[in-house]
């Protein structure tokens, strides 16, 4: 798999354009809050400075997150109203849909199967929960695998009707609306892709899960881990480090510490990673790191493989996986 494949460069670059001019647009002359560490509530010191957002990094557990916060009424706001988050789920998610299904969603609900089959009793009535299910697709996928009907937590009305349009049972509410009545009963597996980053508070998420779950289900997330080897080589230059989607980046040291402070048990943490490698080789001129220009310059084909899986390998990838438990 390419960088190419699920981002074509100049779909990507049209949204990242867009997203800076509605960056001015919307959090120009908001009010922002100091915050501390997302994960262990520490003091962070200043990171880098970025289309109109400072970084800070935390100095025990290196978790980077964005600080002063613009207050969540601004992301309503540009959640639902910029051209550019428009853009993103219309004319950008259309066009890569299929390879996004072939490439990212049939393997991630596979992962998810075995995640599944590892944790609990599959014998046993269980479903599994998307949330922020989007278009619909991993939930379709899992249904293949399960063979069991899935449920998609979606807030957003053209979202929502996809979902349903496809027959997948669907929960039009935010995740802190959600209450345990709204879902079935047994065994649940909740699961959220890619929006761990985008949260303004990953706490507060976790505890509105928290109440919504009963003892023994599963949360499975991914999300951005602010050590992945591209996002460390690349810093500011990243463009997964954008803002204001990418608020929060953990990793595998300090996603435990939030879990523990919520009450959840870590099961497992993965970097199940593909694109590291990719992505410097196509910012190899935004790279300082004299190693990884090198090494980015002279290493074979095979050699940039091998390096890939031991990036995966040693939990080095900026792509993480979480398995985590309501005790």
């Known amino acids: 798999m390419k960088e190419e494949d699920i981002r074509p ?20 002359d908001c009010d922002r809050e100091i915050i501390n560490c997302p994960a262990c509530n520490s003091r962070g010191v200043f990171a880098f400075h970025k289309s109109g957002f400072d970084y800070e990094e935390c100095p025990g557990c290196m978790t980077l997150f964005v600080s002063p916060r613009p207050i969540a009424t601004a992301f309503d706001k540009y959640y639902t109203e910029a051209p550019s988050v428009d853009y993103w789920a219309t004319t950008f998610y259309k066009e890569t849909a299929d390879a996004r ?3 990212l969603w049939k393997p991630k609900a596979k992962l998810v199967k075995e995640v599944i089959d590892r944790w609990i009793d599959v014998a046993k009535n269980y479903s599994v929960v998307d949330i922020g299910g989007g278009y619909g697709i991993f939930a379709e996928e899992i249904e293949k695998l399960t063979k069991k009907d899935s449920i998609v937590i979606e807030p957003g009305p053209m979202l929502a009707n996809i979902c349903r349009q496809k027959g997948i049972t669907v929960i039009e509410k935010f995740l802190e609306s959600v209450i ?17 980053e985008h949260l303004h508070s990953p706490k507060i998420f976790l505890e509105s899960l928290y109440d919504a779950m009963s003892s023994g289900d599963l949360f499975i997330f991914t999300t951005l881990s602010g050590t ?8 500011e230059n990243s463009k997964s480090v954008s803002p204001p989607h990418h608020l929060n980046f953990l990793n595998p040291k300090s996603i435990p510490i939030l879990l523990d402070r919520v009450g959840m048990d870590t099961l497992e943490i993965t970097t199940p990673g593909k694109l590291d490698i990719d992505i410097m080789q196509n910012s190899q001129d935004k790279i300082e790191d004299r190693f990884w220009r090198s090494f980015l310059a002279l290493a074979s084909d ?11 390998r040693t939990r080095s990838s900026s792509h993480i996986m979480v398995v985590c438990q309501k005790p």
């Open 228 to 235: 992945g080897v591209d996002i460390r080589a690349l810093w």
């Open 302 to 312: 095979e050699d940039k493989v091998a390096m890939q899986q031991m990036i995966e």
């Open 180 to 196: 345990a009545s709204d879902l079935p009963n047994g065994r649940k597996v909740f699961v959220s892709f890619e929006l761990f």
């Open 9 to 28: 460069k100049h779909i990507f670059d049209e949204y990242l354009a867009m997203t800076t001019e509605d960056t001015k647009a919307y959090f120009g």
């Open 101 to 103: 299904r072939k490439l």
